[in-house]
């Protein structure tokens, strides 16, 4: 797996790998992450541009959002467990 790019983001940590055929985005918050994969032959030829046009800034709020929920939802079962 290696490295396409880095994308800078006040609100998270985005990076593409391209991996046997795939591209996979990778959003960090902490210690939360999401990840997306998509395959080469899905996209129109345009390689790691068309990743870019998928990842715009509405996307990415959505996962912003996706990260609040889970921090949220973790913190609940933690202290769910707590004596």
């Known amino acids: 797996m290696r490295i396409v790019a880095e ?11 391209s991996m046997n055929q ?5 959003f960090e918050q902490g210690t939360f992450e999401q990840s997306y994969k998509l395959a080469e032959l899905d996209l129109s030829g345009g390689g790691v ?18 990260f609040k929920l889970m921090r949220s939802d ?9 004596y």
């Open 7 to 17: 994308l800078p983001h006040p609100e998270c940590k985005i990076t593409i790998f």
């Open 22 to 26: 795939k591209y996979i985005v990778k």
């Open 49 to 66: 541009n068309d990743v870019f046009e998928i990842i715009d800034e509405e996307f990415i709020q959505t996962v912003v959002a996706r």
């Open 74 to 82: 973790f913190t609940t079962a933690y202290n769910r467990h707590q």
